[in-house]
């Protein structure tokens, strides 16, 4: 599962499930490119961690619902360790409201950086993977764009774009020796998750499979699967971690 000599740009890895990303690849001997839009501090600690595997490792201050960042960011990235090897696609916000309540920010919101952030990262990335004739690519979609989700019309249409987006660029770049994947996590501990009263997490523990909420690293394991060699034959699919919900 060696990743020596190959650089990831890992969108959002200042905390949770994109922290635990960059961690596992730089501990597989990846070089770490992240971008924060705020956090400037926790995005420096997530690098700065990767580096003790002696790796280079940066932070960028990018928001990936802006082409005109992310063309920067991907431009860093390439100025800093000369190529791009590894994209995932992790940044993500939620802004839940029923429907009937949700405004147009809401739902704008979290399909410019959800849906057009992936995009925008997906072009800048397969320009440089299709020269290069190699590519990994993971896109950390959701349980909620495969079953959908009440009061997250929002989210569980970004998230299920994403799993078209996935589909469509393994059919366009599977030629060129890329690969393109989506991980659909679960319930997951993490600070997006954590607003949720303790009564409702054990309730939803409950309703797992295995009975427990997931971590991190058990998503950070498999995009790290994904991009490995391992899965050089793999593309177009979903897979999820969630501990049998779906
Ligand atoms: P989190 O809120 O803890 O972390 C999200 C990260 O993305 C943060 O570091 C944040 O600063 C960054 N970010 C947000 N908007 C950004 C932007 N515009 N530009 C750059 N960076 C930005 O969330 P998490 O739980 O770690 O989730 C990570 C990903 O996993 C998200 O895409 C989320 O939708 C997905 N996911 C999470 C769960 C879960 O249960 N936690 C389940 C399914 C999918």
Redesign the pocket.
Known sequence: MGLENKTAIV??????????ICLKLASMGANIVT?????EK??EETVSLCREYGVTAVAVK?????KE?VEALFAEAEKITGTIEILV??????RDNIILRMSDEEFDQVI???LR?AFYCLRAASKRMMRKRYGRIVN??????VNGNAGQVN?AA??AGLIGMTKSMAKELGSRNITCNA???????????DALPDNVKEQIAKSISLNK??T?ED?ANAAAFLVSDDAQYITGQVLGV?GGMS
């Open positions: 969108t959002g890895g200042g905390r949770g499930i994109g922290r635990a971008c924060y839009a705020h956090g926790a995005a990018a928001d990936v619902a802006s960042d696609n992790n940044a993500g916000i939620t410019d950086t959800n952030g950390i979609s959701s349980i909620v764009g989210y970004s998230k991980v659909a996590p679960g319930f997951i501990t993490t600070d997006m998750t909420l997931g991190p998503v969630d």
